[in-house]
């Protein structure tokens, strides 16, 4: 919906006494839940989507809300416990750009929600590829509070590049606050709940559970997390 706001042209397909005009073309560029809701709403403004994501497992998902699916062979890359992307190498990110180039090159919009659990987003769209789109096109940067997947992209901006405008806005969740905060309210109560022991009326704290061993950082004043750990 941001790129919408700000591109020049309509998403879908119209056919008109003046002639046929195309759907606008959207690249997405990281297929977890971000990235399948903006193929769902890209694909429900009319727009003929494409999608890419290191995890090959979720080309089904992409496939099952009506985009395609971009191939590159990256080699071994698979994802964490939790169903992240783990970390690419620098010789997978290279192969990776220049797999998406001309993907990149012939999309009107280009939304990009790539992170990795822990770590800066990794720096996936660079200036040469952004001065290979057209003029009018639009870049949405989703992981520009982490590092930015575009070069280029400013928190709280949306920057001009020759033509090309490239949205940097921070704290999304916040332009949809009251959802935001009933599933971080969910989020947080479930936790709780989870650990609350009702009958002894106090908390039962197994630091082998598979759920904290992820969310706790210190105990007795040791780093605990192995992720944090190794930072």
């Not at 490239?166 to 109560?189: C, D, H, K, T, Y």
Request: net charge negative; hydrophobic share 45%; glycine share 10%.
């Amino acid at each position: 919906m941001l790129a919408a706001r700000q591109i020049n042209k309509i998403f879908p397909m119209m056919m008109t006494p003046a002639g046929t005009i195309s759907p606008a073309r959207v690249f997405i560029i990281g297929a977890g839940v971000a990235g399948l809701q903006a193929i769902a709403t890209a694909k429900r403004l009319g727009a003929r989507v494409d999608a890419f994501d290191t995890r090959p497992v979720v080309a089904e998902q992409v496939q099952s809300l009506g985009a395609k699916f971009l191939e590159i062979d990256l080699g071994d890359t698979g994802q964490t416990d939790q169903g992240y992307a783990r970390e690419l190498t620098p010789e997978q990110l290279e192969k990776q750009r220049e797999g998406m180039k001309a993907a990149i090159a012939q999309a009107d919009v280009v939304i990009t929600t790539a992170q990795v659990f822990g770590r800066p987003a990794p720096r996936i769209v660079g200036a040469d590829m952004v001065a290979g789109m057209r003029p009018g096109s639009v870049i949405v940067d989703m992981a520009v509070e982490t590092g930015g997947n575009v070069e280029g992209s400013k928190v709280g901006e949306v920057v001009d590049v020759n033509g090309v405008k490239i949205i940097g806005l921070g704290n999304l969740p916040s332009e949809v606050a009251q959802n935001a905060s009933e599933m971080f309210s969910a989020n947080l109560f479930n936790l709780v709940d989870e650990f609350w022991d009702a009958e002894a009326q106090s908390f039962g704290l197994d630091l082998e559970d598979d759920i904290l061993k992820s969310c706790v950082i210190t105990h007795d004043g040791a780093i605990v997390n192995e992720t944090i750990k190794n930072l």
